[in-house]
């Protein structure tokens, strides 16, 4: 009963290349969220949705796109990764009540 | 921009001993929200606040969410091996309705 869940969990990558990170909830929660978490930036929001067809920029959305085409489905892709984009990304789906719960994370490295 | 101030930003203790984190808005919340995560983990939902001056307990843990709903702390009475990870707050804005993460709190805990 994983609830929320990302694949890839590890990813290598080239620079320029596209990289499309999924993120897949089963508990028909209406928010989900894209952060990455960086050692000394703590977590930072790239784009949220608050429902199906409904999305919204973060903190830090340049070079991503996101879309929710299903409440459950919420992928985030890299259009030309870059170096800069070496991260750890964390889905994470919420309530209206702002608890929100966070998948086990993807790993990416861009060479 | 809104901002959460979370302090110290590391803590190193012996076992055994208490350990206080910290959190700071520059705005009134909502509610005040902790997440703990491992070493290599995710982070992991903890506790909602949500009433001026409450204070909920779990264990060892306790919860405060200022009078003023700006402020919120968490307390870890008699540390152990398994508190060590990163605990973050997240408020919600009472202006803005999103929710805003901490820094976090990076708890060391000597054997």
């Known amino acids: 009963d994983a609830g929320i869940t990302q694949s890839p969990r590890y990813k290598i990558t080239e620079t320029g290349r596209q990289v499309t990170l999924m993120c897949h909830q089963t508990?028909?929660?209406?928010?989900m969220f894209w952060y990455r978490q960086d050692l000394g930036h703590g977590l930072r929001l790239i784009y949220y949705?608050?429902?199906?067809?409904?999305?919204d920029k973060g903190e830090v959305p340049d070079g991503y796109v996101v879309s929710r085409s299903k409440t459950e489905n919420f992928p985030l892709t890299l259009e030309s990764a870059t170096r800069s984009q070496t991260s750890v990304y964390f889905c994470?789906?919420?309530?209206?009540?702002?608890?929100?719960?966070f998948g086990e994370g993807s790993w990416l490295t861009v060479v | 921009g809104q901002q959460v101030m979370q302090i110290p930003q590391y803590q190193h203790v012996q076992e055994g001993e208490d350990f206080t984190t910290y959190c700071n808005s520059s705005?009134?919340?909502?509610?005040i929200q902790w997440y703990k995560q491992r070493p290599g983990g995710h982070p992991v939902f903890l506790i909602q606040?949500?009433?001026?001056?409450e204070v909920k307990k779990q264990k060892r843990l306790t919860f405060q969410f200022g009078e003023a709903k700006k402020n919120s702390s968490l307390h870890i009475t008699a540390t152990q091996t398994t508190d060590v990870g990163t605990y973050f707050c997240?408020?919600?804005?009472?202006?803005?309705?999103?929710?805003?993460f901490g820094q976090g709190t990076t708890l060391q805990v000597k054997p």
């Open positions: 949705s608050a429902a199906a067809d409904i999305t």
């Open positions: 705005t009134t919340l909502s509610n």
């Open positions: 997240a408020g919600i804005s009472s202006n803005t309705g999103k929710l805003i």
């Open positions: 994470a789906s919420g309530t209206a009540q702002g608890t929100i719960y």
């Open positions: 508990w028909s929660h209406s928010y």
């Open positions: 606040l949500v009433k001026s001056g």
